[in-house]
């Protein structure tokens, strides 16, 4: 049985977190709040929105 071998990089999930983090932060720097929501709506997601928005 074949298993496919994982890039393994140095940076643990806490480090790319940040690392996320400070980007996201550089970016909207001087942005108003308004300008912030138009820019987290088109930012791309990790994880389908469409699940959370489900009711019932």
């Known amino acids: 049985m074949k298993t496919k071998d994982k890039i393994r ?3 643990t ?3 790319d ?3 996320i983090r400070d980007n ?3 970016e909207m720097k001087d942005m108003t709040l308004d ?3 138009d820019f987290l709506k088109t ?3 990790l994880h389908p929105t469409a699940v959370w928005n489900k009711v019932g």
């Open 9 to 11: 990089s140095n940076k």
């Open 17 to 19: 977190l940040r690392e």
């Open 43 to 45: 930012k791309k997601t």
């Open 35 to 37: 300008q912030i929501k």
């Open 24 to 26: 996201l932060s550089l």
């Open 13 to 15: 999930l806490l480090e």
